[in-house]
């Protein structure tokens, strides 16, 4: 079975630019997560959904950032503008319904903001 | 607010030896607790669970334990081989519906053959 595929797996950008990461979670898995990894920070979660909805987005560092669940195969993580600050690897995870499922992670996009 | 660490030096070992990590919690109480491993380049993978009316847990040469009096849990990899080599992460989650986990940073281990 195909793990979750993350898209594109690098991003080299400028200042203000619009940024598009894209996941598609593991068939059947019910859960999406989004996440951003800095060696100060480690992993840290931005948002999730359940069956294609938001359910906490708490971790969304601010306004500039914003995800989608169109359908249950699909997920976008957009930023605009970009900052230089936002440097980082990003990764999707999926996980099917179960109170401590494990999380199924996509290799990530590495993302540098110039 | 919530903490999770763990050994922040790198862990290096002998081939064949037990590998020993270490992840303490502080101002929480998680039912449960997740180990991942992660490779240069890749996403984390997940290794095993424990829960908290779990005193430990074995899969093959990985031991996890879990010490909700002390807030630890330990994680041990026996006769260990080069290709343990990675970053491992703990994840305490908690009861009810939230799906959140909280990650530590991860140690670094290496296995020197």
């Known amino acids: 079975d195909a793990g979750v595929i993350q898209s594109p797996r690098h991003e080299v950008t400028e200042m203000g630019q619009e940024v598009t990461l894209r996941c598609k979670p593991i068939?059947?898995?019910?859960?999406l997560f989004w996440y951003r990894q800095t060696m100060m920070r480690g992993l840290e979660l931005l948002i999730y959904?359940?069956?294609?909805?938001?359910?906490?987005d708490s971790g969304m560092p601010e306004d500039r950032f914003s995800a989608k669940m169109p359908n249950a195969s699909f997920s976008t993580l957009k930023i605009q503008p970009s900052e230089p600050r936002d440097s980082a690897v990003y990764f999707c995870a999926s996980s099917l319904d179960g109170r401590n499922g494990p999380q199924h992670f996509g290799d990530g996009t590495r993302l540098s903001i110039l | 607010s919530q903490k999770i660490e763990q050994n922040s030096e790198a862990l290096n070992i002998q081939e064949g030896k037990t590998a020993t990590l270490t992840c303490n919690y502080t101002?929480?109480?998680?039912?449960?607790l997740q180990w991942y491993r992660q490779d240069p380049g890749r996403g984390p993978v997940f290794l095993l669970l424990i829960r908290e009316n779990e005193k430990e847990k074995r899969k093959e040469r990985l031991k996890v334990t879990f010490d909700t009096t002390l807030k630890q849990s330990l994680f041990h990899i026996t006769a260990s081989q080069p290709a343990d080599s990675a970053t491992y992460l703990c994840?305490?989650?908690?009861?009810?519906?939230?799906?959140?986990?909280?990650w530590g940073l991860g140690t670094s281990l290496a296995v020197n053959p």
């Open positions: 959904f359940n069956n294609n909805v938001p359910i906490d």
């Open positions: 068939s059947g898995h019910d859960y």
């Open positions: 994840a305490p989650g908690s009861a009810g519906n939230n799906r959140k986990l909280i």
């Open positions: 101002n929480y109480s998680p039912a449960y």
